[in-house]
């Protein structure tokens, strides 16, 4: 498992990462304060406040096409 914590704080930002999430092979856990949501869910993730970093856990290795993507949001 791979843990880390993005700040997505424009629509952009979720949408390119909700996008990327979706590729990858295993679960995508997202935690903000008391949630907990899926990162494949861009519903999750709208539901959540964006307006301060939030906790990922990332199950297995991330690919190499979308570890680009997420590091942009790595903070």
Do not use: W
Request: hydrophobic fraction near 40%.
């Amino acid at each position: 498992m791979i843990e880390t914590q993005v700040l997505l704080d424009t629509m952009s930002k979720v949408q390119e990462f909700n996008a990327a999430c979706q590729k990858h092979i295993g679960e995508v856990t997202v935690y903000s304060g008391k949630y907990i949501v899926n990162g494949k869910s861009i519903m999750g993730l709208y539901s959540l406040d964006l307006a301060t970093p939030i906790k990922v856990d990332f199950e297995g290795e991330i690919e190499e096409e979308i570890k680009p993507i997420i590091g942009q949001y790595v903070i």
